[in-house]
């Protein structure tokens, strides 16, 4: 279904109400002013007539031509004699009509459009004072389309007036949508209902309550992760010991070589799923951003990490060519340097090297790690990103979570992530971006 702006359906309705109300006020004010014409001419035929009749008049006929439209001014008096012969006998005096009884208003047909006459019987004769009908309607209308005019005129500024109104009250709705714009994926605090007019209270009562069951499923599952991988540590630790002293007694075993491994890939699932699990907690939590420093950071993740480095006979260096601050929250920070290094020594031959240089380019604080590993395709820089995704070629132990706790980390930090190949080392080559403000 099409969708519609409800600010401006009401707008052009308004407009096509006021656009007909404008004709109905037209047509009363039309019937008004003609029934007032009526009073008002009607009263003055009555008085022309009764003054005819007070000062003894004489017969005489009118000189009208019925081609000819003529004004309110103009009454139309024809006076005759009940001797003389009647109006049958005489076509020209198309005005006269029969003698009647009482005194009255009486509208007849001519040849060429309807006539009101009033009559005035005396005792020997008959005063008849007419009017064109068409010149009371003519001058009703003249009288409603004037009372129309000033509406016609300002009638655009009242519409613009209110459009104006109808946006300005339409302007909740916007901030409405602007604060849902402004807020983050994790931030499902209430949205306060004093801010808004009551039409919108029942709406923001039920996104408020959404949000609630929605932040109620997100903490059931964070919950599910952490006490799963929490009760797996223990018994795959004590596991992996019973393995290692298996292996200490049958070194050459290939089935016992290939058990360490699976624990140690499944120790190392457990560990990330349990580093995602604080993570999407810590996105619920209202964390303070705190001035970091990138050197130190890397420095205490290189420290963390430099015995397996060693381990592997990797030649593991930092460079620093400056002094670096972000803000920001040191658990995300700790999050995107510790793993980045932690793939880069996982991915890297024996003998290789990795080298971790920290820079600044323009407004952007850079953390560049490189090694000399077998690098990735360019075309799977987007999939390694997602979680559970794993290079097939690569043997190495890993849960192809990695990469995706890196990246949701810089999205909290308002950083960005690039992969390349490295001109130096030919192998993987990661920058992360962090703003200096």
Not at 119 to 140: C, G, K, M
Not at 187 to 198: A, G, N, T
Not at 405 to 427: N, Y
């Amino acid at each position: 279904m099409q969708s519609y702006s409800l600010q401006k359906r009401l707008i052009v309705y308004v407009s096509i109400f006021s656009v007909m109300l404008g004709c109905v006020l037209v047509f009363a004010a039309y019937r008004i002013a003609l029934e007032e014409m009526n009073e008002i001419l009607d009263a003055q035929m009555q008085s022309l007539a009764e003054r005819i009749a007070a000062n003894h008049p004489e017969p005489t006929r009118s000189q009208i031509n019925l081609n000819q439209k003529y004004s309110e001014e103009d009454l139309f008096v024809d006076i005759w004699a009940y001797a003389d012969a009647t109006p049958q006998l005489h076509p020209q005096d198309v005005l006269l009509l029969q003698p009647v009884e009482k005194p009255g208003f009486y509208s007849h047909q001519t040849q060429s459009e309807l006539w009101r006459t009033y009559i005035l019987p005396q005792e020997n004769l008959q005063i008849q004072i007419s009017q064109q009908n068409s010149v009371r309607q003519y001058l009703a209308l003249e009288l409603a389309a004037n009372m129309f005019i000033p509406y016609a005129i300002f009638l655009p500024f009242a519409l613009l007036a209110l459009g104006w109104l109808i946006r300005h009250n339409f302007q909740p709705l916007n901030n409405f949508k602007s604060e849902l714009a402004r807020r983050k994926a994790q931030d499902l605090s209430p949205i306060h209902m004093l801010d808004y007019p009551v039409e919108l209270a029942p709406t923001i009562q039920e996104m408020n309550q959404l949000f609630t069951r929605i932040s109620a499923a997100q903490q059931e599952q964070r919950q599910f992760v952490a006490d799963a991988a929490h009760e797996l540590r223990t018994p795959l630790t004590a596991l992996n010991l019973q393995v290692q002293i298996l292996l200490q007694q049958f070194p050459h075993s290939d089935a016992l070589n290939n058990l360490s491994q699976g624990v140690l890939r499944l120790q190392h699932l457990v560990n990330q799923l349990l580093s995602l699990a604080k993570q999407d907690a810590s996105d619920s939590l209202i964390e303070n951003d705190q001035t970091l420093s990138l050197n130190q950071m890397t420095i205490a993740c290189v420290e963390q990490l430099i015995q397996l480095a060693l381990q592997k006979d990797i030649d593991l260096g930092v460079e620093q060519r400056q002094e670096l601050n972000i803000h920001g929250q040191s658990s995300a920070l700790h999050s995107i340097i510790y793993n980045l290094i932690d793939n880069a020594i996982k991915y890297t031959p024996k003998q290789g090297v990795i080298n971790v240089t920290i820079f600044q380019q323009e407004q952007h604080a850079i953390l560049q790690i490189e090694d000399s590993g077998a690098g990735i395709d360019p075309a799977l820089f987007n999939q390694i990103r997602q979680r559970f995704y794993r290079i097939h070629n690569h043997a190495e132990i890993g849960s192809g979570l990695g990469l995706s706790i890196v990246d949701k980390a810089t999205q909290r930090l308002g950083a960005s992530l690039e992969f390349s190949k490295s001109a130096s080392l030919g192998g993987l080559c990661v920058q992360v971006k962090f703003p200096m403000r």
